[in-house]
């Protein structure tokens, strides 16, 4: 069955930098979307960023551009999520999530995911 195993969460200052891993097993990884989403304490669930299945096409979330960037390595059935500058209200558990096949990065935020990780927590301290 297809797997998503997100890693590199952690307790960071205001300002510091995180680069959040997301592994996919089970399924043809290259043809998939692949997008960050994140869900403060008492708040729903948000895009956060998301990339095409060859890389070529990213798309974010309004209050992280410019600090966060997303990027992948079909050769290795990984995404990553590069954030810098990070904030405390960037404080959150990160989902990795992908597909269905002939998603866009764009309509990631409209269209639900097929396949979620069980996320890691992300702490910025002010």
């Known amino acids: 069955q297809v797997q998503l195993v997100e890693s590199g969460g952690g307790l960071v200052q205001t300002g510091d930098s995180l680069r959040l891993s997301c592994t996919a097993s089970?399924?043809?990884?290259?043809?998939?979307?692949v997008g960050w989403f994140r869900q403060a304490p008492g708040k729903e669930r948000e895009f956060v960023a998301a990339?095409?299945?060859?890389?070529?096409?990213?798309y974010y979330q309004e209050s992280v551009k410019g600090r966060f960037t997303i990027s992948r390595d079909n050769a290795k059935n990984t995404v990553y999520l590069q954030m810098n500058s990070l904030k405390p209200e960037d404080t959150a558990v990160y989902y990795c999530?992908?597909?269905?096949?002939?998603?866009?990065?764009?309509?990631?935020?409209?269209?639900?995911?097929?396949?979620w990780g069980q996320g890691t927590q992300v702490t910025v301290s002010s």
């Open positions: 990339i095409s299945g060859s890389g070529s096409s990213t």
């Open positions: 999530a992908a597909g269905p096949p002939g998603l866009t990065a764009q309509a990631m935020d409209k269209i639900p995911p097929r396949y």
């Open positions: 089970g399924l043809t990884f290259s043809i998939n979307v």
